[in-house]
């Protein structure tokens, strides 16, 4: 499976190619608001880099600077993408001729010696990106599950620093058990926290996965998914940050997704894709009358 969306490479709006592997997923799978390795198959004796060389195929064109793959899980795990087949991968982009190619991984398979052979003496640019959602550790703990701190991902941060690998960090927009008004000031203030590690911001608007604690709580009426409110807020708040700031909201406007009313869900989200090409808070200036409703639910709290 691949698609496509405009991002930011290396300086110049281009058009980037996301890939999904079939591997066998997340070893985690505990995290309260994902069920994506429910979707993946039990099957180890998949041809992985097979399968990527025929969705490649598939999917190129001159036009693709950047390629980014998805395993529902972490790329950089041996289990799930064996270390030759990582390798081969990685080669054959570079001998493609692709500028940039984003793995995601969790911190604990960023292992030095590993993106050494990993990078060999390919010519392209590697970033990791690590799903860090919050620099709280109450919040990593308590709301999301991660299994991992904050101070682990500042440990393996300063690996991908020493290898000159960019690093993208995932912060979550509105884990459960926070109000939006908490969920706001925890985005803002954890991209604050990553600003001088992180070279790419990628704030992920909760959307509710099937079977996670998350559904349980919103079939209950005791969580909602964020406003498309709160998204602008936060993004106008971190816009002048060093690292590029990206947004690319899924299901935004269905129940599932992030959302505000149906006369401006459209061009909310529009206008969130414009700003993560350039980072210019202007172009997310907007009002609607929903936006009352918003803000009396900020002041609740």
Not at 265 to 290: A, T
Request: glycine content about 4%; aromatic content about 10%.
């Amino acid at each position: 499976m691949f698609f496509y969306n405009r991002e930011n490479v290396q300086g110049k709006e281009a058009k980037a190619l996301s890939i999904i592997l079939p591997t066998v997923g997340c070893r985690w799978r505990r995290c309260n608001m994902c069920s994506y390795f429910d979707d993946s198959p039990s099957d180890t004796s998949i041809d992985i880099f097979g399968i990527f060389v025929q969705e490649f195929d598939n999917a190129y064109d001159e036009e693709i600077k950047k390629v980014k793959l998805f395993t529902s899980g972490s790329f950089l795990d041996p289990k799930e993408v064996d270390h030759d087949c990582a390798k081969k991968i990685i080669s054959f982009l570079s001998e493609k001729g692709i500028s940039e190619v984003t793995l995601e991984s969790r911190p604990e398979y960023v292992e030095e010696d590993y993106l050494k052979e990993l990078m060999g003496n390919n010519d392209l640019q590697i970033e990791v990106a690590m799903g860090l959602e919050s620099s709280n550790n109450k919040i990593l703990k308590h709301s999301i599950n991660k299994g991992f701190t904050f101070e682990g991902f500042l440990s393996v941060s300063e690996i991908l620093k020493k290898l000159g690998i960019k690093n993208k960090a995932y912060l979550m927009i509105k884990p459960p058990f926070l109000t939006e008004k908490e969920a706001i000031h925890d985005a803002i203030n954890s991209a604050k926290s990553i600003e001088k590690i992180a070279d790419v911001i990628s704030f992920n608007p909760m959307t509710v996965h099937k079977n996670t604690l998350v559904e349980y709580l919103w079939n209950k009426g005791e969580y909602s998914p964020p406003w498309g409110w709160s998204i602008l807020e936060i993004l106008k708040e971190t816009a002048n940050l060093r690292p590029d700031i990206i947004c690319h909201p899924v299901a935004f406007g269905r129940s599932r997704g992030p959302k505000n009313c149906k006369s401006c869900n459209r061009e909310i989200e529009k206008k969130i894709l414009e700003f993560s090409l350039n980072n210019d808070p202007k172009i997310l200036d907007y009002d609607c009358d929903c936006k009352n409703e918003w803000e009396e639910e900020l002041m609740k709290f």
